[in-house]
């Protein structure tokens, strides 16, 4: 059975108008994949708290938690608008109903694709949302506008790049900081450049190692139908853990200068702690990945992967509190 038609028989609930509404906003839900944008909110906040070493206003922690959703919700629904045609045709070429488990495909993968959301429907939700996180953005300092600004031309033309050149990988690390640095210049207008050199750089890593390639490793079958371009399609499994793996030992390699060298208060306990949730939410999986180079491990990291913001961000905060 396919992913589509799993995915519809699973959010297709019909019944009374609230339970059929519900439905209809988990698909709008899974456009944006929510579950995991809920998760990235921790990157943006973990990096406004690591530079200012103690707890923002509570108005200004506030109008950023909007924009930051608002942001992640938007971006995430603008790569399914960009790549729409595309996936159709992974949707048309998976026939194994993807990986159980799989976080970005808690609700649906690709409703717009599967004909379960319409392109202007698709597009009024990504503009809405846009909207609400570039007025947000401006608010808290124009600097942080344009960010977004950017990070939504990259984000295009990152799947605007799926069958020209695997090096798009270098862009979706790039959008992934952006976050995390557009939240810094909402409490600082001027940062220093050695802490914003130093959280790109894990983050970066962090990105590649544990989201895009085996995010991609997800799609390695239908990817080589269609000639795309996909650091695990370029290097085959083999070779896509070994970058994997060496992404994310850089990754914990610079949260160790990172954590200790920032304003907000790290004792060496919380940073052995820190190393160890690297250790086991990063490492081991992308170590597992490396043995077996299976769809099921590819999976598995992603997922872990995608909880180490919110980990090092639950060592940092009793540290402000204290």
Known sequence: MSEAVKGEKILATPGPPLAAG???LKLFLALSRTPHGLLDLATPALAALLWLGGLPPLGVAAL????VFAGYTAVYALNDLVDYRVDRE????QT???QPGYLDAVFLRHPLAAGRVSLKEGLAWTGAWAAVALAGAYRLNPVCALIFLGGCLLEAGYCLLLKVSHLRV??????KT???VAAVFAIDPEPAPGFLLLLCGWLFFWEIGGQNVPADWHDLAADRALKAQTVPVRYGPRGASRIALGALTLSVALSAPLLWLAPAPFSPLRLSLALGAGLYLLLLPALKLYRTGG???AAALFNRASYYPLAILALVCPGLLG
């Not at 950023?64 to 924009?67: P, Q, Y």
Request: proline share 0%; charged share 10%.
């Open 90 to 93: 992974k949707l048309r070429l």
């Open 22 to 24: 519900l439905a209809r």
């Open 178 to 180: 952006l976050g995390g």
């Open 96 to 98: 194994g109903g993807g």
């Open 170 to 175: 270098l862009v979706s690390g790039l959008v």
């Open 64 to 67: 950023g938690l909007i924009t």
């Open 295 to 297: 769809q099921t491990q």
